[in-house]
């Protein structure tokens, strides 16, 4: 039997999103926006304003999460959890 080589490929690199995405879910995951269960984001310069607005329009479609856009242009999301059965 012939050996196959397995053609490693470089990572692909983060897309913009992805990033935007990752820097939210770091803020969401400390342990100060765990305790208050809500945290306020924005949106950083260098962001797509459609990849902002993308997010928003995701994050707006979970149960269980509430977003206030803030006059700062800022949103405050807020979440329950859940009682489990």
Do not use: C
Request: glycine share 2%; no cysteine; charged share 30%.
């Amino acid at each position: 039997m012939a050996k196959q080589q397995s053609k490693s490929k470089a990572p692909t690199p983060p897309t913009p999103y992805e990033m935007m995405g990752a820097r939210i879910q770091k803020i969401i995951n400390s342990p100060t926006a765990q305790k208050a269960r809500s945290v306020v984001i924005a949106k950083e310069e260098h962001e797509a304003p459609a990849d902002w607005e993308r997010f928003l329009d995701e994050v707006a479609e979970n149960d269980n999460v509430t977003l206030a856009q803030r006059d700062d242009g800022s949103v405050r999301l807020a979440w329950t959890v859940p009682a489990e059965d």
